[in-house]
């Protein structure tokens, strides 16, 4: 419903075979993003204003510690809540960025997608 907060959250678990100093040399960054559905044909209200029909309440972005011998429980684990503004359909996702800095001194960025994004129809009351 329009006005009522909904929970999303996200868990990171990385690979067993990445190496203990690629964890460290690894900074990451997880994200939550959200789009509502047809939003180029509505994205702006009466002032012409851009408005996105959401907010975020919460941490939305967490930087993680992946060089940790072993990481306090919820360590990988990002909470918020995001409140509609507006009825309609909305993705909501999370990705994590992968930020390396190699031998040379040049940075090799990865960005990976969640496999599934939440589709939320969002109604008025």
Known sequence: DVGKPVDVSVSVDMAKWLSADLKKRTKCVLSFY?????????NNDSSG?????????????????????????GAHDLHAKIMFLSKG?????????????????????EVWWADKAAKLSVSKR
């Open 34 to 42: 959200c789009a509502k559905q047809d939003s180029d044909k509505e």
């Open 49 to 73: 204003k851009e408005n996105s029909g959401f907010v975020w309440i919460g941490q939305t972005r967490k930087n993680l510690r992946l060089g940790d011998a072993k990481p306090k429980d």
């Open 89 to 109: 359909d909305y993705f909501v996702s999370a990705c994590l960025t992968l930020c390396e800095v190699d031998e040379n001194d040049s940075a090799i960025k």
